[in-house]
């Protein structure tokens, strides 16, 4: 079965700086690879996704994620964080055969001024 | 995409009473799924809704404690029964948009379940 791991539960980068958060899947096969974003009391909003086309994903609100098959990771960037972006980011998989989600654990995302 | 509403957006209830949650989409959709997410942790799959069959539920959930309904294509619910404290959470609704082998989705704003 596929499955996601997100190193470090929580990640602190000061405004401006460069935000990087880990995520490695394990598949067989290329999967499909999701990033999404929760603020608080809020649902999940997709930031970018990965479905085989371009390794390098851009997203929203100026994400953007490289998968690597070599190294099985999706890992997410941002060359500048804003205030804004504190969040919980959770990274998914997509199970070939089924229309499954296979979430990881989560990431939480601190910013400070 | 797509717009997807819940009803309630939060609940404080009763040990021992049943909530039923409502997830309203603005679009037909096929497929919607509905999740749990316990304080603190990642989303945990609970079931599959498609319209004109059983929902399909993951292992450890089950149809007496987690019935669905899915009238139409656009709009679902779930019942959370017998409710315990352990059942406290966030239960959050998707869909799944675009082409089907893709399998994104999109997420409601959930439904906070305080259970005393």
């Known amino acids: 079965a596929q499955s996601v791991t997100q190193l470090g539960s929580h990640v602190s980068v000061s405004e401006g700086a460069l935000v990087l958060l880990r995520c490695n899947y394990s598949s067989s096969v290329p999967p499909y690879l999701f990033w999404y974003v929760q603020y608080p009391n809020q649902g999940l909003q997709l930031l970018l996704k990965?479905?085989?086309?371009?390794?390098l994903v851009k997203g929203i609100n100026g994400f953007e994620a490289e998968f690597k098959k070599s190294e099985t990771s999706f890992h997410l960037t941002k060359p500048s964080a804003h205030m804004s972006d504190a969040a919980e980011y959770f990274c998914?998989?997509?199970?070939?055969?089924?229309?499954?989600?296979?979430f990881g654990t989560g990431t939480r995302l601190q910013v400070f001024p | 995409s797509a717009v997807i509403s819940q009803k309630p957006s939060r609940d404080i209830c009763q040990r021992g009473t049943s909530l039923t949650i409502q997830c309203q989409v603005d679009s037909q959709v096929t497929m919607m799924f509905w999740y749990r997410q316990q304080p603190g942790q990642s989303l945990t799959l609970i079931a599959t809704a498609n319209q004109g069959s059983e929902a399909t539920y993951e292992s450890g959930f089950v149809i007496d404690k987690f019935p669905i309904s899915r009238p139409n294509l656009t709009f679902s619910t779930l019942t959370v029964s017998n409710l315990s404290p352990e059942d406290s959470s966030i239960y959050l609704c998707?869909?799944?948009?675009?082409?089907?082998?893709?399998?994104?989705?999109?997420f409601g704003p959930g439904t906070r379940l305080t259970v005393l």
């Open positions: 998707s869909v799944e948009v675009g082409p089907p082998s893709y399998n994104e989705q999109f």
């Open positions: 998914a998989v997509s199970e070939v055969d089924t229309d499954k989600l296979i």
């Open positions: 990965y479905t085989s086309a371009a390794t």
